[in-house]
């Protein structure tokens, strides 16, 4: 049985739907492990159609020499939640159909490994709703915009701290997983 990671890059003020807001503060490298070290152990990317849509033109091509992460993006199997992904636009993906927690579940049950999510904020906000989200990873950057889609809207949760790393570019890390109980 396999857990579900995700991770975000969020605004102070809860914003991530443009990640343009990240370049001024560029990819500090410890960044570059602790992302390592979310998808060191996935077997399996989990995916909405919005972000599989930028994601599959982005990665499709780059090759190691262009990026050490692309082996994992283009290797690994990529389940797409939403209405008609275009599977075709990307090798070795899946197509999941609309958002149905059921589903999730078997995936996360038949899963050799972890399953990565990387933005996909709907998806994320399902997740976290059914309980389906086994940690949540927030690179929060120093910049407040005030604008764009917050990935927490009107869900009242409470979730529990796992671990903390704050990085030379000013930006944190703050891993979350579900309440205790």
Request: overall charge negative; charged content about 20%; glycine content about 10%.
């Amino acid at each position: 049985m396999g857990t579900i990671h995700a991770h975000e890059f969020v605004t102070l003020d809860g914003y991530f739907d443009d990640p343009s807001f990240t370049f001024p503060f560029g990819f500090d490298p410890a960044m570059g492990e602790t992302l390592g070290a979310i998808t060191g152990a996935a077997s399996d990317i989990l995916l909405g159609r919005t972000t599989y849509e930028m994601f599959a033109p982005a990665w499709r091509d780059r090759t190691p020499d262009d990026d050490p992460g692309a082996p994992f993006f283009n290797d690994t199997t990529k389940h797409v939640v939403g209405a008609n992904p275009l599977v075709e636009q990307w090798n070795n993906t899946v197509a999941l159909g609309a958002y149905d927690p059921a589903a999730i579940a078997d995936l996360k049950a038949t899963a050799q490994g972890d399953i990565y999510i990387s933005g996909s904020g709907q998806l994320v906000r399902g997740l976290l709703h059914d309980g389906l989200l086994d940690s949540l990873h927030l690179f929060v950057y120093p910049v407040v915009l005030g604008r764009g889609e917050r990935l927490f809207t009107d869900q009242e949760m409470t979730l529990t701290l796992q671990e903390s790393q704050s990085y030379d570019n000013g930006v944190l890390h703050l891993a979350y997983g579900p309440a205790a109980t």
